[in-house]
């Protein structure tokens, strides 16, 4: 007898028959005599449209509204799951983040999980019985209902597979694993076998949508074996495991890509100690996250800083740097330019010299010019015009014959 953990995303539970499809393949596995807890998400759109829905009301909601707003998509298909599945004949009950035991810090909307005491989960489990768990939800250290931030179920699941020893946590996705690349982009995407939970981390916070980039963190600070695979087919999928497991490394194991951020240049800033110190605590202050920054050499006592950061955040930003320009001496900011972000993953690139070299390689090849690079230790981005985002990711991904 084993103890897995199945998540399911809003695709997968996005109307009755969805749901029905999901309790059979619970019921299968439960039937099989394993122990089966599951983590579901919000039906379809439910959450974007809660969210509409507020701001129909509110450009601003309360943060604490909007938690209970938004935990509100989640309960809904923990119980219509339970009950397809007690339909199907067994027996199964639905919990709330709270009841299960999930203990979050205070910070609406992107709270941290601290602590889980699932001791109804396993009753239930130890009952024989299916347990769900409403994803993307917890309760904080004030009693007030929380939320993980979006995708959050993930972050559920892993951090329930932790707390629960659970041998495996399956992420089922309308997707059949972890490509090399988006297949929509890259016809000829090759499914992932396995990932090391690093690569998959720099994969997920780099754009590849499959899974919550806090989530991965949370598998591999616990060490849990995560399989993301298909809720429609019951082929394997892409297992998320240590490095070591791996023993066939590629150097490279993918090419994600990020349409979601803008480039700002503050020109002509005077390059004295302090300056870049004075502009991102402003942004800080405003809680908008920066991405990658760039400060040219100096020319004369002045020097351009160029950074990116998400479109969204761009209404808020703009009457900041605009005083921050004026305030620090700068000649002023350039408009914000739409901007695209492709970035190639491979642990490989630790001991393999000149991966670097290729990549800028095969931009230029497509005369894609590059307008900033960051790296860590196992990841190379280029910021790119957004227009040539997509030629951009092909162009990476055939130049290290990632395609199957
Ligand atoms: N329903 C939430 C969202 O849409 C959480 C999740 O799907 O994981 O972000
Ligand atoms: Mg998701």
Same mark, same amino acid.
């Given at each position: 007898?084993?103890?897995?953990?199945?998540?399911?995303?809003?695709?997968?539970?996005?109307?009755?028959?969805?749901?029905?499809?999901?309790?059979?393949?619970?019921?299968?596995?439960?039937?099989?005599? *394993?122990?089966?807890?599951?983590?579901?998400?919000?039906?379809?759109?439910?959450?974007?449209?809660?969210?509409?829905?507020?701001?129909?009301?509110?450009?601003?909601?309360?943060?604490?509204?909007?938690?209970?707003?938004?935990?509100?998509?989640?309960?809904?298909?923990?119980?219509?799951?339970?009950?397809?599945?007690?339909?199907?004949?067994?027996?199964?009950?639905?919990?709330?983040?709270?009841?299960?035991?999930?203990?979050?810090?205070?910070?609406?909307?992107?709270?941290?999980?601290?602590?889980?005491?699932?001791?109804?989960?396993?009753?239930?489990?130890?009952?024989?019985?299916?347990?769900?768990?409403?994803?993307?939800?917890?309760?904080?250290?004030?009693?007030?209902?929380?939320?993980?931030?979006?995708?959050?179920?993930?972050?559920?699941?892993?951090?329930? %597979?932790?707390?629960?020893?659970?041998?495996?946590?399956?992420?089922?996705?309308?997707?059949?694993?972890?490509?090399?690349?988006?297949?929509?982009?890259?016809?000829?995407?090759?499914?992932?076998?396995?990932?090391?939970?690093?690569?998959?981390?720099?994969?997920?916070?780099?754009?590849?949508?499959? +899974? +919550?980039?806090?989530?991965?963190?949370?598998?591999?600070?616990?060490?849990?074996?995560?399989?993301?695979?298909?809720?429609?087919?019951?082929?394997?999928?892409?297992?998320?495991?240590?490095?070591?497991?791996?023993?066939?490394?590629?150097?490279?194991?993918?090419?994600?890509?990020?349409?979601?951020?803008?480039?700002?240049?503050?020109?002509?800033?005077?390059?004295?100690?302090?300056?870049?110190?004075?502009?991102?605590?402003?942004?800080?202050?405003?809680?908008?996250?920066?991405?990658?920054?760039?400060?040219?050499?100096?020319?004369?006592?002045?020097?351009?800083?160029?950074?990116? +950061?998400?479109?969204?955040?761009?209404?808020?930003?703009?009457?900041?740097?605009?005083?921050?320009?004026?305030?620090?001496?700068?000649?002023?900011?350039?408009?914000?330019?739409?901007?695209?972000?492709?970035?190639?993953?491979?642990?490989?690139?630790?001991?393999?010299?000149?991966?670097?070299?290729? +990549?800028?390689?095969?931009?230029?090849? %497509?005369?894609?010019?590059?307008?900033?690079?960051?790296?860590?230790?196992?990841?190379?981005?280029?910021?790119?015009?957004?227009?040539?985002?997509?030629?951009?990711?092909?162009?990476? *991904?055939?130049?290290?014959?990632?395609?199957?």
């Amino acid at each position: 007898m084993a103890l897995y953990v199945q998540k399911f995303g809003g695709t997968s539970v996005g109307s009755a028959e969805r749901i029905k499809n999901v309790a059979r393949r619970v019921v299968e596995t439960a039937e099989a005599g *394993h122990q089966v807890c599951v983590v579901v998400s919000a039906m379809g759109k439910t959450t974007d449209e809660l969210i509409d829905l507020a701001h129909e009301l509110s450009p601003d909601p309360s943060r604490r509204e909007m938690d209970m707003l938004l935990t509100a998509g989640e309960r809904i298909s923990m119980a219509l799951l339970s009950i397809a599945i007690i339909e199907l004949g067994h027996d199964a009950v639905s919990f709330t983040g709270s009841q299960a035991g999930i203990l979050t810090d205070t910070v609406h909307g992107k709270a941290r999980i601290l602590e889980i005491t699932p001791t109804r989960v396993v009753e239930a489990l130890n009952d024989g019985k299916v347990a769900i768990v409403a994803g993307f939800q917890g309760v904080s250290t004030k009693k007030d209902v929380t939320t993980l931030g979006r995708g959050g179920s993930d972050a559920t699941a892993v951090a329930l %597979a932790a707390a629960l020893k659970a041998d495996v946590c399956e992420v089922y996705t309308d997707v059949d694993g972890v490509y090399t690349s988006d297949p929509r982009i890259v016809p000829n995407a090759r499914k992932l076998a396995k990932i090391s939970f690093e690569e998959m981390l720099e994969l997920a916070s780099t754009g590849a949508g499959v +899974m +919550m980039s806090r989530s991965v963190e949370l598998g591999r600070n616990d060490g849990v074996r995560i399989h993301v695979r298909s809720s429609l087919k019951s082929t394997e999928g892409t297992w998320i495991v240590s490095e070591e497991e791996i023993v066939e490394k590629p150097i490279i194991a993918g090419v994600s890509h990020d349409a979601s951020e803008s480039k700002i240049t503050l020109s002509r800033v005077p390059d004295q100690p302090g300056i870049a110190a004075r502009v991102f605590r402003a942004l800080a202050d405003a809680e908008i996250n920066v991405d990658m920054i760039v400060q040219n050499s100096s020319q004369d006592g002045k020097t351009d800083i160029s950074f990116t +950061m998400p479109d969204i955040e761009m209404v808020k930003a703009d009457p900041i740097l605009d005083a921050l320009s004026a305030e620090i001496g700068a000649e002023g900011v350039r408009s914000a330019e739409p901007v695209g972000k492709v970035s190639l993953v491979g642990a490989g690139m630790r001991t393999h010299p000149g991966v670097a070299a290729d +990549m800028f390689d095969a931009l230029s090849a %497509a005369g894609i010019n590059i307008a900033i690079i960051s790296t860590s230790p196992i990841r190379i981005s280029c910021v790119v015009a957004r227009e040539q985002l997509h030629d951009a990711v092909r162009a990476v *991904h055939d130049k290290f014959q990632l395609g199957g």
